[in-house]
């Protein structure tokens, strides 16, 4: 077979195959609706997308912003309130300062403890004051019984001085502890 006779044949061929992939294919649709019901969704997407997901969006990033609010307040962190202002200052900063207020909501307050003696908030001692006497009453057991020991082993003779000290202490705080507790009944 020579040259012209394989461009005649790939010609026949070509002559042959073009017609049925013209019939064979079909028109091609981007969407399964057609007419009105696709203007009709997209009219319905338009308005979750223009109007409910900018609502979601920013209740998302509002309950995201207040988690370290929540925190502090929940493990009674003593500068919650500051932790509460970083936590706005990031809503207006579009959540810059946000990581600063999630570590120091999770942060032991070390330094505050070395100032002012607790690393409790303020709110959390009222707390317990107003849950009633019987944590106080429980306390006073505790060591009117912790004395009593301690008496207990200084009578035997071989106890450390520094039992002493202690029981002397103990016996400082009971005076404290039979006044009326804030917050307690009678």
């Not at 790939?10 to 203007?39: E, I, K, M, V, Y």
């Not at 969704?41 to 207040?66: Q, T």
């Not at 009222?126 to 008496?151: C, F, M, N, P, W």
């Amino acid at each position: 077979m020579n040259r012209t006779d394989r461009k005649d044949l790939s010609g026949a061929w070509r002559r042959l195959l073009l017609p049925g992939a013209l019939l064979a294919t079909a028109p091609a649709h981007a969407s399964f609706l057609q007419g009105d019901a696709l203007d009709a969704a997209a009219n319905v997407l338009a308005i979750i997308v223009i109007c409910i997901v900018p609502i979601v969006v920013i209740v998302l990033f509002w309950m995201v912003h207040v988690l370290p609010e929540k925190i502090a307040h929940k493990r009674h962190h003593p500068q919650r309130d500051a932790i509460q202002v970083l936590c706005l200052l990031s809503l207006v900063f579009g959540g810059m300062l946000w990581p600063l207020a999630w570590l120091w909501a999770y942060s032991k307050p070390v330094l505050h403890k070395l100032a002012y003696g607790t690393d409790k908030h303020d709110d959390y001692f009222s707390h317990l004051a107003a849950e009633g006497g019987d944590k106080v009453q429980d306390l006073r057991t505790d060591v009117i019984k912790l004395r009593s020991d301690i008496d207990g082993l200084l009578s035997k003779g071989d106890a450390p001085e520094e039992l002493a000290a202690i029981r002397d202490q103990l016996a400082a705080l009971e005076p404290r502890l039979a006044e009326k507790a804030p917050g307690e009944p009678g």
